[in-house]
Each structure stands twice: as structure tokens, then as C-alpha cells.
């Protein structure tokens, strides 16, 4: 009798390739995602702390209070002092201004700075412990520093006057400006070039090296490669820059109080006049709202504009 062995049958598993989907379903990768319950402690939280206040400021903006006496609605009475009030509309101009030069400051520092603290030079991790010092200080800490370092009678300027002038730098709106900037600088640039750091370590070494052999130069690497891999981290960092700047508030408090006169009266700061100096909580309610609204649209503008809300990962969920 002859016997014919059949066939052997192997059982493989499914592959998973880039661009295709599991057997019996439609192309695409598809990935498990978190349920609600995930995002339901984070979500109770900003509820809480974020979307109530903000609803309360809205309501209180069509009301007056002093904080003692009971509440009365006076429709949109605020809304229209806010739009004629001669120091509300400078403070805004000069809060897009300091964001503004403040995003252009921090900027190619946090760049140049988070690039070189990624790579691998002697006395580099050194270095960057020093520099990263301000991160561990308060705002306020920082500030009573440089209002001391150039107080115009005891600082640095009463020293160095070939180079400070009259040495009344909180004299005079231009100079009081620079100082909010360089003190903002100061302090929040070592965050930021904490985030590029971390992106620029996470750029592939292959790409630098197809560069090299190209002939590519350090200066061609970093514009060519760099910049581009840092895209989104640029995006990410921009907008924290524009609503901290946009929000700032101890360090005009404490450096320059608004002053000389209201030169340097931005809107964080005149909502507090307002509200705890003038006793006026439903103005000071309406100037915070404009503000948030303000902060919004900028950086909603900067999300569709740089593309940002249409980047994606090709690794997402893997």
C-alpha cells in the first residue's frame, strides 16, 4: 500500500506593514486609543480651575462690585467704558509689544542655545546646569534681584554710567521696556532651551551624517536639517512664549509698577489696579476677559498658519 504524505500547512501570523491594515480590515493602522475615564481626572481638574473661573470673570463682567457690597448687573456699562478708556487700549498695545519682542528675543537664543546644550562638548552638562539656575527661582525672586542690580542710586548704573546714561533706566518708557525684556529673557529662556534641547537630541544622527558626506558644512547642517526637524517644538514654543507674555504680571508689578506714569501699564497689570486698588471687580473682570480672548485668536492664528494642527507623527500610538 502506498501512502502520500499531505501537504504541511504553516499557520503565520499576520504581519502589520507601514500603510496597510490588520487582515479584515480597512487600510490604515488602527490603534487602540485610551478611554474617557483616562482623561477624566485632567479633565475635572481644568473644569475646576479653569472653565469655572473663567465663567465667573464673564458674568462678573456685566456686573459692578467692590468686593464688600452686593452684586448689581449693569448690562454692558463695562463693555463700554473698556472701549473709550484711553489707558485700557495702551495697555494692550503695550502687551503685544512686549510679547511680541519677547517672542523675538527668546526665540534664536532658545534655538542656538538648546542645539548646542544637545550636543556632546566638554564641560557641556556643566554649563547648562549653571544656565538652567533661574528655572529653580520665582518671578518675584528675579525680579526684586534686577530691581536692585539697577536701582539707579545703589546698582549697577550708579557704577557704569558711560554705559547707562543717566542711570535711570525705569525713567523712561523705552528703557523701562527693555529692562521687562531682559529680565524676561533672563528667566524664561533656560525653559525654552530646555524644550529645544530635547527636540535637537531626538533629531536622527543618520541625517547629519548623509549631510557630512554630501559635503554639507555645520552652518548648512543646522539650516537644512535642524531648523526643519524643529518645526513643530518651534510652534509649541512660541505659544507658551505668547500667552506667558501675554499674562505677565509680577515683574511689571515689581520692577516698574506701570510706570513711568502708565508707559508700561500692560493689561495683567491694569486689571489688578482695577480690580484690588480701585475696588472695581466687574471692569477689571471685562479687561481680563479681552485679554483671554486676545491671547486666544493670537495663538489659534499661530496653530493654522504654521501647519501645526495638520502635523502628524507616522509613528503615533506605535
Known sequence: MTTTDSPRVEKRRPVLRAGA????????????????????????FFTLFAVVPLIMVAVL????????DALSFTGVDNWKTLFHDHVMLQSIWLTLLTTVLGVVVQTPLSI??????AGKQRNRAVLSAIYFIPLLLSATAISILWRALLDPNFGMPSQAKWLF?????????STAIGVLIFVGAWQYTPFHTLIYQGAARAIPQVLYQAAAIDGAGRFRQFWSITLPQLRTTMVTSMILMVVGGMTVFDTVLILTQG??????????????????KDFQFGYASAIALILVVIATIISLVIVKFSGYDKMRSSTEGL
Open 112 to 117: 542656538l542655545l538648546g542645539v548646542w546644550a
Open 21 to 44: 491594515g490588520w487582515p479584515g480590515r480597512k487600510s490604515g493602522v488602527s490603534v487602540a486609543r485610551p478611554g474617557f475615564a483616562w482623561a477624566a481626572p485632567a479633565t475635572l
Open 165 to 173: 546714561g543717566d542711570g535711570n533706566l525705569f525713567g523712561h518708557q
Open 259 to 276: 510706570g513711568p506714569g502708565t508707559d508700561t501699564t500692560t493689561t495683567p497689570y491694569y486689571s489688578y489696579v482695577k480690580g484690588f
Open 61 to 68: 463682567s456685566f456686573a459692578e462690585w467692590d468686593g464688600v
